[in-house]
């Protein structure tokens, strides 16, 4: 799984040391950030990464700025770009976008955007994907949430709502998920069998502690524990799915925790009630920062 980074442990160090002083600029003082961005450069001309991107909009950097590619919500901000420039990736192809799921890895998207893993090669060393929100109906979960907590704003009528048929439908759903996640991975495995595969997973959506802020994410109290559940369920099936398929898990939820979408200025996830132009529930700037340092935290650890 040869990523053709150097084995140089310390270039390897400043580089993830770079992309995390860039993730919490505002705690350090300009010349801290300044001189380890400077490292990263050095880093970076050592490494002959040849990465894919793929993914959802939770890669593609929904509601940044600096567009790479409108139709599919693709920022040259995310997470993906962030890493590659890093890196210095001899070749980056980001093929990550908004709405996908993992139909999209092997189908054309909307009739016109190519499949996703068509991106990939014999030649390609790393590959990230983040996928799965949209296969388990990620807008449309929050949708019913949202109408839902009109009826009974104190309890836990969306839990109720997905329970109605006696078991959780949201649990079923990652349980369906999950052959689609095998099928995923063995199929990038065949198309690039040098690449280290990174399956990254989502991060802290709603409080860890279950506490609500309807003001800003319109919720019933009841619900922020059960919707936290969901995400964390969701994740604990990609973990094992990794582990299962010989690929890489990167945790970005644990990271997260304190940063959802109620954490105010401390946020990386934006809330569903936001100013014009930003995509709620969706990292920002500041999180698609974090999430790439946490894939070059993990690529570190694997070249030691």
Same mark, same amino acid.
Do not use: N
């Given at each position: 799984m040869a990523l053709g980074i150097t084995p140089r442990s310390v270039r390897r160090t400043a580089a993830t040391a770079a992309l995390l002083a860039?993730?919490?600029?505002?705690?350090?003082?300009?010349?801290?950030?300044?001189?380890?961005?400077?490292?990263?450069?050095?880093?970076?001309?050592?490494?002959?990464?040849? /990465?894919?991107?793929?993914?959802?909009?939770?890669?593609?950097g929904a509601g940044l700025p600096d567009p790479t590619d409108p139709q599919c919500a693709r920022s040259g901000l995310n997470y993906p770009s962030v890493l590659a420039r890093s890196y210095?990736?001899?070749?980056?192809?980001?093929?990550?976008?908004?709405?996908?799921?993992?139909?999209?890895?092997?189908?054309?998207?909307?009739?016109?955007?190519?499949?996703?893993?068509?991106?990939?090669s014999r030649n390609t060393t790393l590959v990230t994907v983040t996928i799965g929100g949209n296969?388990?109906?990620?807008?449309?979960?929050?949708?019913?949430?949202?109408?839902?907590?009109?009826?009974?704003?104190?309890?836990?009528?969306?839990?109720?709502?997905?329970?109605?048929?006696?078991?959780?439908?949201?649990?079923?759903?990652?349980?369906?998920?999950?052959?689609?996640?095998?099928?995923?991975?063995?199929?990038?495995?065949?198309?690039?069998?040098?690449?280290?595969?990174?399956?990254?997973? /989502?991060?802290?959506?709603?409080?860890?502690?279950?506490a609500a802020c309807p003001s800003v994410v319109p919720f019933a109290r009841g619900d922020f524990p059960y919707l936290r559940d969901t995400v964390k369920r969701l994740n604990g099936m990609l973990r094992q799915q990794a582990r299962r398929g010989g690929a890489v898990y990167v945790d970005t939820y644990t990271p997260t925790i304190g940063h959802d979408m109620c954490a105010g200025d401390a946020r990386f996830v934006e809330p569903l009630v936001v100013a014009a132009g930003v995509a709620p529930a969706h990292p920002n700037q500041q999180g698609q920062r974090v999430m790439a340092s946490l894939v070059a935290e993990r690529i570190d650890r694997l070249r030691r």
């Open positions: 860039a993730s919490v600029s505002p705690l350090l003082p300009a010349t801290a950030t300044v001189a380890a961005t400077s490292t990263a450069s050095t880093a970076g001309t050592a490494v002959t990464t040849r /990465y894919v991107a793929l993914g959802d909009s939770y890669a593609s210095g990736s001899r070749t980056f192809r980001d093929v990550t976008c908004g709405g996908a799921t993992t139909r999209d890895l092997w189908h054309r998207q909307g009739g016109a955007k190519a499949p996703q893993l068509r991106a990939l296969d388990i109906g990620f807008s449309g979960i929050i949708g019913t949430c949202v109408s839902a907590a009109r009826s009974d704003p104190a309890g836990s009528p969306c839990r109720a709502e997905y329970a109605k048929s006696g078991h959780d439908e949201l649990a079923r759903r990652i349980r369906a998920l999950s052959p689609r996640i095998t099928a995923m991975l063995a199929d990038v495995r065949r198309r690039s069998p040098r690449a280290t595969i990174m399956l990254v997973g /989502y991060p802290a959506l709603l409080p860890e502690s279950g």
